[in-house]
């Protein structure tokens, strides 16, 4: 989305613990020329730790390896231990401004270590982005009246909506900006969806006809988009917000952080905290120690049967993410939402357990989850653990369906 600059890193994010992503990203690097960041805020992270120990074992320098963490963790003792090249430790305290950073999620640290870095590395100029990220923040300032704050606003909009049933975020993007949909749908799905309340980000689904949607969409349009006004003359509200350049995405990651804290707070929950996330992730841990889960599953035809208006159908898809398997489920949400009238959702597992999944289990009632899964994957062995990176897929999409 910012662009290959020369003479800078080709950036490769791998976020996945899918062995057949693993094994074709790995046999298509270079590893003696490879620089491996690792990042982890709570530097216990199970795909994070499992895939440096897999890169480990084939490049055991640690002038190939970086850390990004918070201060006191695993991760930092490690990267120390092995001679990293360089350990950032995100900051706690900045300016005096700051305290606690180090209990704020993943989601709200694009502007600190854990999006910087890579950043730099991949040659995005810092200073520009950095500029955007000032001027947004002078216009939301606390003496800017809410009506005037751009962030404010958003987020008053994005709650009341939400409190009137319009809980179904659903971001319009022109091409250039759709790598920042999966963003503001983690950071928006995880901060809200708790306590039986939150907003479902949709991202990637089509724009269709106005009679396609019930209302309980609040649509978002960046920049100009053919077919908005036909949304506004049959109802449904459009918020609309200036196009932006690559270059000035600082101001948006802002903006949507910002936004994101006060529609948590119009909501009353806690938009900082992410405990459903925990708790999955205390699940797999147990799966993998042997505890045999409870499950609860119904036959496609039967699931789909159930979906009642309001509701939404989430495709969980783990297996690589490849361009003919996206537009794949892209024609299937088209279908699903034509047939029954629901926001559709894709989330790449075990990626979206740390994104929508603190939503599907801690927010509104009446998601539809289907798991895609192979019936079988080659073998891909994690260094020093007694189960292999398809027994660590398995336990996370196992956590879904209990």
Same mark, same amino acid.
């Given at each position: ?51 440096? %120990? ?87 300032? $606390?003496?800017? !009246? ?63 006809? $106005? ?61 900082? %905290? ?5 708790? !999955?992730?205390?699940a797999t841990a147990r799966i993998l120690a042997g505890e045999r889960p409870e499950t609860s599953?119904? $036959?496609? %035809? ?6 009642? $208006? ?32 629901? !926001? ?12 929508t999944g603190q939503l599907h289990k801690g927010g509104p009632q009446g998601g539809a989850f ?33």
């Amino acid at each position: 989305m910012l662009g290959q600059h020369e003479r800078a890193l080709r950036l490769e994010v791998l976020s996945t613990t899918d062995p057949d992503a693993i094994r074709m990203l790995a046999d298509r690097l270079d590893l003696d020329r490879t620089l491996f960041i690792v990042a982890s805020k709570s530097g216990t992270t199970a795909e994070t730790l499992a895939l440096f %120990d897999f890169f480990w074992e084939r490049v055991p320098s640690g002038r190939h390896f970086v850390a990004i963490t918070d201060a006191g963790t695993g991760l930092q003792g490690t990267a120390h231990t092995r001679s990293f090249r360089r350990v950032f430790v995100n900051p706690t305290n900045i300016r005096g401004r700051c305290e606690g950073t180090e209990n704020i999620g993943g989601r709200y640290s694009a502007l600190c270590y854990f999006g910087l870095v890579p950043a730099v590395l991949a040659g995005v100029p810092l200073r520009p982005l950095l500029a955007c990220v000032h001027e947004m923040g002078e216009a939301c300032h $606390p003496c800017v !009246a809410v009506g005037e704050n751009p962030a404010a606003w958003l987020g008053a909009v994005m709650g009341e909506a939400a409190q009137a049933g319009r809980d179904k975020l659903t971001l319009l993007l022109p091409e250039a900006l759709a790598a920042l949909g999966p963003w503001v749908e983690q950071l928006v799905a995880e901060s809200t969806g708790k306590r039986g309340r939150g907003i479902l980000p949709v991202v990637g689904e089509p724009l269709g006809r $106005p009679e396609v949607y019930r209302d309980d969409r609040l649509f978002v349009a960046v920049g100009a988009r053919d077919g908005v006004e036909a949304l506004e003359a049959a109802g449904h509200p459009v918020v609309r917000l200036p196009a932006r350049a690559p270059k000035q995405l600082g101001g948006e990651f802002l903006r949507w952080e910002f936004a994101t804290a006060v529609a948590g707070h119009v909501l009353r929950i806690n938009p900082f %905290d992410q405990p459903n996330v925990q708790e !999955a992730k205390d699940a797999t841990a147990r799966i993998l120690a042997g505890e045999r889960p409870e499950t609860s599953t119904l $036959p496609l %035809d039967e699931l789909l049967a159930g979906v009642k $208006p309001g509701g939404y159908i989430a495709l969980l898809v783990y297996q690589p993410r490849k361009p003919d398997l996206d537009g794949t489920l892209k024609a299937v949400r088209l279908r699903l939402r034509e047939r029954y009238r629901v !926001a559709t959702t894709v989330g790449y597992g075990p990626s979206y357990l740390h994104s929508t999944g603190q939503l599907h289990k801690g927010g509104p009632q009446g998601g539809a989850f289907v798991i895609v899964m192979p019936q079988e994957v080659a073998p891909l062995s994690i260094p020093e653990r007694p189960y292999d990176f398809g027994g660590l897929e398995r336990a996370q999409a196992v956590t879904c369906s209990r």
